[in-house]
Each structure stands twice: as structure tokens, then as C-alpha cells.
């Protein structure tokens, strides 16, 4: 009775597993193959049900029922476990054309041994006591029944061929996925041998099977994805262009992939973070007073007769287990080389491109000052003519001269201003302004050159726009010069109309708008995009016999954008364009300006001097003997005594002897220069607090707060103008000295 109910205990731990496995595979496993192992299973519970009701078979025609069911049962397990077989084995063509027929065989099987009731045709039931007094309903097999057994281990036979052939076909990583199928049904032939051996009384093969795909089901959902991901891991890591090097928690080294042991010939075996490079890493950490962390190792090696220098990155780290106890240790190998190459090679790179930015602005400077110095005289003596004559012919030609003057200096201007721009350091100046007298100035200014060509410049000026604003009219005026002199550049017959209106949108600020309309040769659409572009001029071939550089709009852009303004562009081809420039400004006289007057009585007006100061007396220092001359020439009628040097010696010398009120001194000039002069004279002599104007060519950006920071009181660019030279020595005289005109 024991064994009956020990027999039965198993069968229902049988059931229960293959109806938990049954419900796993739903979720975890491939459906193609999930659907025949889910039916293997099932099947698998029938039997093992018919197999209790066996155990439990109170007479011959209950036992024999019983029997016929489990027999047709065992029948459809095979049938479902060839099939998942199959399908798991990828044989997906045998598959579709087997299983069809087969169910046939196994149908026509099955209902042979559901009919032995009937006919008794494939098997008989006979009681055997066994085990004291309990009975047990045993079969012995007539012909069909054998049948029956040939058709389940055909199928077994089948099953274990298509696995032996795909182990055999396969690579060795996947091979285990389907070993571990072999070994399960091997298992299962194994164990029913030993069963048939030991000629037990209840038959226990389904138990088997039962076993077999319980295997299945939890070698292919987790041993073999594990296996598979350790295997692919571990090819991976190899595979890697890092190293990876693991100890375990007495620090013996248990893995190192292929790169570290290439690299560093790391031999498992003895490898310990005693040895290179985890000696050095551990080293470095310690001294930052780090356990774990990363740090950097360099080493030099020789390559094909060559030394080479390699970096690398390495992490050393704690490896934890899932509660945070530490387990081990790793080292993380990073080969750096190529960006410490790549770093110093930008690093090359930028102190190149910086010397040649360096060897641009001395250009810059250079140039300025090269061709400032000689404009300076030409200016000024040009100017000693305007104050020295009343003839109306030779003030023409000497105001011309200044014209052309003044446009050289714009186009050395635009230059710089495109390097200040470049160094961010364009600022914005403002100052009360008339608006009438910066178009008057700027028209007045181009009159000539649009004379030349033959073309008209006229002025169209809202007259309700407010009389006085507050801006920056230098920047304005530059910008205006720089559209306008495109417009006569880029204009064959016409001519260009200036049109300024304004835009009221508050009471104290208003969008200045200014219009400048050609009838030139236009710009095609598609060049439209690029006329703010640095240096791009558009339409070059046709343009080729027009100066420019193609800085002027780029600057025209940058310092509209810098007052917070807009500039665009209509245009089209052969028929002229119209740039439209907005620029807010704030109002400081709301009163309409009135008509606008292209000349004003008395505009040209006669020189007359700021102050007068017969008591002060200065020191001008420069190189240039003209220069000299046109800084007296400019002083004359405010009776400054003017003294001079032709050099920093001269002027050392002088300054021994004697304290001057101010000193104007020029910077280049032969040894000493002027920040050299500047130094001695500040440190002996009588002028130690004189303030010292610096004057210069070298207008580049920073120029001026260099010459403050040296200790200068303020600089003059060269050309200097008169106004100029007379606002900075009323600021810097002593005020006893001047008298005010
Ligand atoms: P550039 O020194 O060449 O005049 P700009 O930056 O001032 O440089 O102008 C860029 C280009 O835009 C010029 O080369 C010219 O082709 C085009 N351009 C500018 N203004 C006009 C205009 N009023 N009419 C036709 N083309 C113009």
C-alpha cells in the first residue's frame, strides 16, 4: 500500500510541476517553440493522471481503460516533444513536412489503443499481488502494442538524430543549447531502461518525461541564455579595445582579457596588483589618498626599432555582490594615446593659428602705423593750408585733399575695426548728435567721388524727425559711409538717394530709419544671403575693377547689430538696391528737425581755437621732424609754448632740465622708443607727474587700455586732428593755465 501511495504522491509532484512549467513557458520561452513544449506538457499531465487512476484501478475494465488512455497519452507527449524538438533545433522544413503524417501514425496509434477495450486487440490486463496483499493491474503486449512501441522510439530515434545533426552543424558557442537537450532525453532513454530493468509494478516512465520537460523548460529559459551570455560576455570583453583585469578578494588575478594581457603581458596564473600597471595606478591613488579610483599611466615602448610613448587611463575599482559586500577588484584599461596625440597635435595647431593671429595684428599695427605716420603730416599741413587761407579756389582743393585723406584712413579703419570686432572689442560711444549735421558731413563727404562718376546724391530728410539724438554718431556715420560708398561704387548712371526718416514708437526712443536707394547694377537673389560675409565679395569677375575688400558690410552688419539695430537689403538685378537700416536711438530734443539744408551758411567755417594757454608749456617727442612741425603748426594760435625732440634720448635730456605741463610723445621711434622714454622720464628727472599723452598709429584693439595700463594719461591716433589735440591738453593742463575761448 506504501508503494502505491508513495507512486501516486510522486505522480501528483509530477502534475503540479508540469502545470507550473506549463504556465512559465507561455511567458518566458519563443512561441514557435513555446507552443509545442506547452502541449508536451500538457499531454504530459494526462498521462500522469492516467497513470493514478492506474494505481488506483479497482477492476480489470476500469485498469484497462486507464491503461489505454496513459498509452495514447504517452503517444501524444512524443508526438509534442519531437515536435519542440524539431522546431528548437531550428529544423523548421522537416518540421512543416513531418508533422502532419506524423499526427496521422500517432492518431491511428492512439485510437488503436483507446479501442483495446473493444476489440483486446493490442494489449491484456492481468491483476499480480505483489507487495503483501495489494494488488497491481499490470499489461502484456499482443502485436499492435508492439507496434505502438516502435512508432514512440522511431520518434525518440528521429528526435535524437535532428539534435546530433545540429550540435554537429553548429558553432561552438551554441553548441550548448543543444547538448543540454541531448543530455535531458538521454537521461530520459536512460532512466527508462533502468526502470524496464528493475521490473517495477506501476509503470514510471512518464515520471521520466515528466522530469524531461520540466529540464527543458529551465535549461532553455535560464541555463542556456546564461551560458550563452557568459560565452558572448566573455567574447566581447575580449574583443574590446580596453583591457579588463578581475581579482578576486584575496587580490589573485582571475580574468584578463586579451587586450590587457597583449598589452601588458598579463599572465593570470601571477598576475597581482603588485605588478605593473596596477603597482603605478594604486601608487598614484594612495599619494591623492584614494583606495579605489582612476588615474593615468604613461610608459615608453619600443615599436619596430622606434620608442613610442603610450597613455592610458586606468580605473581601479571595488566590485560589489548584490549587498554592497565587496567581492573583488578590477582594473579598467583605457588606451589614451591617440588623444594625447590628438591634443597635442590641436594644441600645435592653436599656437600656430595664434602666432598667426600675433604675426596679423603686428600686420595691422604695422601697416596703421606706416601709413597713419605720413597721412598724419599730409593732414595736418593740409589743415595748416585751410586755417592760413581765405581763397575760396585753394580751400576747395585743400578740402578735397582732406576728403581723400579721410577715405584712405576709413579704409585703414575698417580694417581694424573688422580685428576689433574679431576680439570683441568694439564698443559703443554715445553722444548728443544733429542729425542734419551727420548727413550733411556723410553726403558732403561722398559729393566728390559722385561727381566723379557723374552721379547724383540726393538727401531726402523727414522733416518731423526730433532735432537733437543721443548715440553714437561715429558708428552711424560709419555706417552710412560704408552703404553709401557702395552705393556710388556699385552705381554706373544715376545715382543714390539717401532717404532718413523715423519711426515713433516712444517719446524718448525712436528707430532712426535710414534708406539708401541706387540705380546700380543690383544683386542677384541668390548672392543676397552672402553680402554680409567677411571678406566675400559678390560677383567678383564683374566687380574686379572695383576696390573694396569685402570687409565694409560685414562691419556694417556687426555695428548696426551692436546698437541693437537691423539692416536689409531689397535688390534687383541691373535696376539698383535699397539698403534699409534701423537703428533705435534715444531723443533728446523732441522738436522737429525742420528742412533738411544740404549747405549751411558758414559750415565751412574758419577755424578759431579752443583756448588759449601762453603760460603752459609742453614737450612733443616723435621721430618724424614733419610730424613735429604740424604739432606746433596745429598749436600756434593757442600760444602753448611748444618744445620738441626728435627722439627719446632728446627728450630724456630735456626733461632733466626742466618741468613741462604736458608731454605728447610718439611711440615708435628708433631706441628708446616711446613706452621706454615714458618709463625713464617717470622714474627721474623733474617730470615724474607730468601726465604723458601717448600718440600713435597703433590703433588696433587694446591699444589704449595698454598705454593706460603702462601709465600713460590717454592717447592720440595718428593723423591727429586739431580738435582732438586741443580737447586732450584742456583736460590735461593745470587749469590755472588755460583761459577758455
Ligand atoms: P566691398 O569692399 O567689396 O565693397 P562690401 O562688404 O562693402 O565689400 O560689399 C560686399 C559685396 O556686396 C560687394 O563686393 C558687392 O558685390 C556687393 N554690394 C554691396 N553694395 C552693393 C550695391 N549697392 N549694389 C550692388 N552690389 C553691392
Redesign the pocket.
Known amino acids: 500500500m506504501l508503494m502505491k501511495i508513495i507512486f501516486v504522491l510522486i505522480d501528483c509532484a509530477a502534475v503540479l510541476g508540469l502545470y507550473f512549467t506549463h504556465k512559465a513557458v507561455g511567458r518566458n520561452i519563443k512561441e514557435e517553440y513555446g507552443i509545442w513544449l506547452r502541449k508536451t506538457l500538457f499531454a504530459g499531465i494526462i498521462a500522469m493522471f492516467a497513470n493514478i487512476l492506474i494505481a488506483y484501478s479497482f477492476d480489470y475494465a476500469f485498469a484497462s481503460i486507464s491503461f489505454s488512455i496513459y498509452f495514447a497519452s504517452i503517444d501524444w507527449i512524443l508526438y509534442y516533444l519531437v515536435g519542440f524538438l524539431l522546431a528548437y533545433t531550428e529544423h523548421d522544413k522537416a518540421l512543416k513536412i513531418m508533422y502532419r503524417p506524423a499526427a496521422v501514425v500517432f492518431g491511428l496509434d492512439s485510437l488503436s489503443l483507446l479501442t483495446n477495450r473493444i476489440f483486446g486487440h493490442a494489449f491484456y490486463v492481468f491483476s499480480k499481488k505483489n507487495y503483501g496483499d495489494v494488488h497491481f493491474y499490470q499489461t502484456r503486449g499482443l502485436m499492435p502494442f508492439y507496434i505502438h512501441l516502435a512508432i514512440d522510439y522511431t520518434a525518440i530515434a528521429i528526435a535524437l538524430f535532428f539534435i546530433i545533426y545540429r550540435l554537429i552543424k553548429t558553432y561552438s558557442i551554441y553548441r550548448i543549447k543543444y547538448v543540454i537537450i541531448l543530455s535531458v532525453l538521454m537521461l530520459v532513454i536512460l532512466l527508462n531502461l533502468l526502470y524496464m530493468m528493475l521490473e517495477l509494478p506501476l509503470d514510471a516512465s512518464v515520471i521520466f518525461y515528466a522530469v524531461a520537460g520540466m529540464l527543458i523548460y529551465f535549461s532553455i529559459h535560464s541555463f542556456v541564455p546564461r551560458s550563452l551570455k557568459i560565452s558572448s560576455l566573455e567574447r566581447a570583453i575580449n574583443d574590446m579595445k580596453e583591457g579588463l583585469v578581475l581579482f578576486d578578494i584575496s587580490d589573485n588575478c582571475i580574468y584578463a582579457n586579451d587586450f590587457s594581457k597583449q598589452r601588458f603581458d598579463i599572465d593570470e596564473s601571477t598576475y597581482t596588483p603588485k605588478c605593473e600597471p596596477a603597482a603605478t595606478i594604486i601608487t598614484n591613488l594612495s599619494v591623492k589618498g584614494e583606495e579605489f579610483g582612476e588615474s593615468n599611466y604613461s610608459r615608453t615602448v619600443a615599436k619596430d626599432s622606434d620608442e613610442v610613448r603610450e597613455h592610458y587611463v586606468i580605473k581601479y575599482n571595488r566590485l560589489n555582490d548584490g549587498k554592497g559586500r565587496m567581492i573583488g577588484s578590477y582594473l579598467l584599461i583605457e588606451d589614451n594615446t591617440d588623444q594625447v596625440r590628438y591634443l597635442d597635435e590641436i594644441k600645435k595647431a592653436r599656437d600656430i593659428a595664434n602666432e598667426a593671429n600675433n604675426a596679423k595684428s603686428s600686420f595691422l599695427a604695422n601697416m596703421s602705423h606706416e601709413i597713419r605716420t605720413p597721412l598724419n603730416s599730409v593732414l595736418g599741413m593740409n589743415e595748416m593750408i585751410m586755417r592760413s587761407t581765405e581763397d575760396k579756389q585753394l580751400l576747395e582743393y585743400a578740402g578735397n585733399i582732406k576728403s581723400s585723406g579721410d577715405a584712405l584712413l576709413s579704409l585703414i579703419n575698417?580694417i581694424l575695426d573688422f580685428s576689433k570686432i574679431e576680439a570683441n572689442r568694439m564698443e559703443i560711444a554715445p553722444v548728443d548728435y544733429d542729425p542734419h549735421q551727420l548727413l550733411r558731413d556723410c553726403c558732403n563727404n561722398f559729393e566728390q567721388m559722385a561727381e566723379i562718376k557723374d552721379l547724383y546724391i540726393k538727401v531726402e530728410c523727414d522733416e518731423t524727425i526730433p532735432s537733437r539724438l543721443y548715440g553714437d554718431d561715429k558708428l552711424i556715420r560709419q555706417i552710412l559711409a560704408?552703404?553709401v560708398?557702395?552705393?556710388i561704387?556699385?552705381?554706373r548712371e544715376g545715382g543714390v538717394t539717401v532717404r532718413v526718416s523715423d519711426d515713433g514708437f516712444a517719446e524718448d526712443v525712436r528707430d532712426l530709419v535710414i534708406e539708401?536707394s541706387?540705380t546700380?547694377?543690383?544683386?542677384a537673389a541668390d548672392?543676397i544671403k552672402?553680402?554680409?560675409?567677411?571678406f566675400?565679395?559678390?560677383?567678383?569677375k564683374?566687380?574686379a575693377t572695383?576696390?573694396?575688400?569685402?570687409?565694409?558690410?560685414?562691419?556694417?552688419k556687426e555695428l548696426v547689430t551692436l546698437m541693437h539695430g537691423s539692416i536689409s537689403?531689397s535688390?534687383k538685378e541691373g535696376q539698383?538696391?535699397t539698403?534699409t537700416i534701423v537703428i533705435p536711438q534715444k531723443v533728446v530734443e523732441a522738436k522737429p528737425i525742420g528742412e533738411f539744408k544740404r549747405h549751411v551758411e558758414g559750415s565751412a567755417k574758419k577755424y578759431t581755437e579752443s583756448f588759449k594757454a601762453p603760460d603752459a608749456c609742453i614737450l612733443v617727442v616723435d621721430d618724424a621732424r614733419l610730424n613735429l612741425k604740424v604739432a606746433q603748426a596745429l598749436l600756434k594760435n593757442t600760444e602753448i609754448q611748444v618744445e620738441t625732440a626728435g627722439g627719446g634720448n632728446e627728450a630724456i635730456e630735456k626733461c632733466r632740465g626742466k618741468k613741462y605741463d604736458c608731454i605728447l610723445l610718439d611711440h615708435r621711434m628708433p631706441e628708446p622708443d616711446g613706452i621706454q622714454t615714458f618709463e625713464i622720464i617717470t622714474k627721474e628727472g623733474m617730470n615724474t607727474d607730468t601726465p604723458v599723452i601717448m600718440l600713435t598709429a597703433n590703433v588696433i584693439s587694446g591699444a589704449e587700455e595698454e598705454y593706460i595700463k603702462l601709465g600713460f594719461a590717454g592717447y592720440l591716433s595718428k593723423p591727429i586732428r586739431g580738435e582732438d589735440l586741443e580737447a586732450a591738453l584742456i583736460r590735461y593742463l593745470p587749469e590755472e593755465k588755460v583761459k577758455a575761448q
Open positions: 575698417d560704408n552703404v560708398s557702395n552705393a561704387k556699385y552705381t539708401v541706387d546700380g547694377i543690383g544683386i548672392d552672402y553680402l554680409f560675409d567677411a566675400k565679395r559678390i560677383n567678383e564683374q566687380n572695383i576696390q573694396g575688400t569685402g570687409l565694409g558690410l560685414a562691419i556694417t537689403v535688390s539698383g538696391s539698403f
